[in-house]
Structure formats: structure tokens, C-alpha cells
């Protein structure tokens, strides 16, 4: 129940195009969903997150939608860049009352290409 | 740059040795995570620290031990190494307690090799 699965593995976007991954977690207790972007030999960094009581979330040319009946949420990115090529996970967790988050639970990753 | 340090950078090591990773968090955070990322695993997360106290473990070997200490910097124990071990470790910090921004920089790994 603490899965989060993650799709495609691997993708490859013409510059300029439209990057859709998408996630989809089982525990309806997680509620905070952050996209986490890798470039090779670094630490991931958070690009953007969202929590369950919006349905999309914008940050540029980054996007989180979220649909919290069908436990899914995808990560858009916009006028695709080479810039952009990099390894991207999507997480889940939980907020804990006067704590903060607890661990996060991180999909598989899709290492992304954008071929000019 | 997270503002999240760790050493060494990269580690080579032999079966059955016993290595210290070293975490310092950004200056201010109170919790430190661990991760372990491999080709085969992904990402996983092996335990947490929040102001000196473990407050929650995952997939973390008994081989494997952790501690925070008063200044707040972090260690990873990792004993009686095997192959499989090979991995990239990397140690993650946020503030806590500042909800609902709680969000988790990550250091530049610690890449460990085992032969």
C-alpha cells in the first residue's frame, strides 16, 4: 500500500513538445506530491508539489495534475527543452500532525530525453 | 547547490569492510533522511532523524546504523558490506515543524562501491 508507480521508464520529447508522466499511488493516506528532477551525478531537486485539495498546480512551464478519486497524478512539462533532459521521480507522503512529513515514497523514475 | 553537504563524494571499499557516511543538513534544519538509490531499487528511504532522535526507519539493513548528532550532522554506519551495497546514499534535510512547507533537499550523494 505504500507503492507509487510510475510510467513511462523512459521517454523522449521533440523540443518544444509537451513531457506528460504520470504516477499513481495506492494509500489514500498520503497527502503531499512532490516531482523531484535528477540530472546525472546530482542529488534530486524538487520542482514542484502539490497537496490533494487542489486538482492542478502550475509553476512555469511545469504542471501537477491531480485527481484524487482515480489516485493519479501527472507531471506536464510545456515547450519541452534539451535543458530538460534529466531523470524524474514522482513521491508521496504523509503529513503527520505537528511533525512535518513523514519518509518519502518515490516512484521508479522516467529518464527523459528531449531531442531537438 | 541544496546547502545539503556530504563526504566523501565517492567510496571504493572491500566485501566485509565498514564505512561512515557523513551528512551535514542546510543550516536550521532539524531532520535528516537517508536514502539509498540503485539501478535495481530506485530510490528507498532507510531512516530519519529529527533533532538528534530517530523518528521513522524504512528498508534499512540490521548491518546498517545512523545517528544524529547535537550539532545536528549525520552518519550512516554501513557494516559486514556485501556487493549488493553498491549504491548511491544520499542524505536529505528539512526544516519540520513549519507546516505545510516541508519540503526535502537533497545532498550530492555519496557513491559507494564495493568489490
Known amino acids: 500500500q505504500q507503492q507509487v508507480k510510475q510510467s513511462p521508464q523512459s521517454l523522449i520529447v521533440q523540443k518544444g513538445g509537451i513531457s506528460i508522466i504520470n504516477c499513481a499511488y495506492e494509500n489514500t493516506a498520503f497527502d503531499y506530491f512532490p516531482w523531484y528532477q535528477q540530472f546525472p551525478g546530482k542529488g534530486p531537486a524538487l520542482l514542484i508539489a502539490i497537496r490533494p485539495d487542489v486538482s492542478e498546480k502550475k509553476e512555469g512551464r511545469f504542471t501537477i495534475s491531480f485527481n484524487k478519486s482515480a489516485k493519479q497524478f501527472s507531471l506536464h512539462i510545456m515547450d519541452s527543452q534539451p535543458g530538460d533532459s534529466a531523470t524524474y521521480f514522482c513521491a508521496a507522503s504523509m503529513l503527520v500532525s505537528n511533525f512535518g512529513n513523514e519518509k518519502l515514497t518515490f516512484g521508479t523514475g522516467t529518464r527523459l530525453t528531449i531531442i531537438p | 547547490d541544496s546547502g545539503v553537504t556530504q563526504t566523501p563524494k565517492h567510496l571504493i571499499t572491500a566485501t566485509g569492510q565498514r564505512v561512515t557516511l557523513r551528512c551535514s543538513p542546510r543550516?536550521?534544519?532539524?531532520?535528516v533522511y537517508w536514502y539509498q538509490q540503485s539501478l535495481d531499487q530506485g530510490l528507498q528511504f532507510l531512516i530519519q532523524?529529527?533533532?538528534?532522535?530517530?523518528?521513522a526507519k524504512g528498508n534499512i539493513l540490521e548491518r546498517f546504523s545512523a545517528q544524529q548528532f547535537p550539532d545536528l550532522h549525520s552518519e550512516l554506519n554501513l557494516s559486514s558490506l556485501e556487493l549488493g551495497d553498491s549504491a548511491l546514499y544520499f542524505c536529505?534535510?528539512?526544516?519540520?515543524?513549519?507546516?505545510?512547507?516541508?519540503?526535502?533537499?537533497f545532498g550530492p550523494g555519496t557513491r559507494l562501491t564495493v568489490l
Open positions: 536529505a534535510s528539512s526544516v519540520e515543524g513549519t507546516l505545510p512547507n516541508n519540503e526535502q533537499f
Open positions: 543550516s536550521g534544519d532539524l531532520s
Open positions: 532523524y529529527y533533532n538528534g532522535e530517530e523518528r
